[in-house]
């Protein structure tokens, strides 16, 4: 079990718990719940690196403790 902490420097910051092996899809789903917005609606990046749904935090390289940046389309 990691916590990745995404922000989307409007002062929302979130902080949620997931498996290594959960996609991108799924982590989506959970800061939507979370947050109150539409998960196909969130964009989750890292520097200039967007991710994309099917791929797994771990092949992502996504550990405990892990900042993104969060943004809204």
Request: with cysteine; net charge positive; glycine share 6%.
């Amino acid at each position: 079990m990691i916590e990745v902490v995404c922000n989307d420097r409007l002062g929302k910051k979130v902080r949620v718990k997931c498996n290594s092996d959960d996609s991108i899809g799924d982590l989506k789903k959970l800061i939507a719940a979370q947050t109150g917005t539409r998960h196909d609606k969130i964009v989750l990046k890292k520097w200039y690196t967007i991710f994309k749904d099917h791929v797994t935090l771990g092949d992502y390289e996504i550990h405990d403790g892990m900042n993104l940046e969060l943004y809204y389309q």
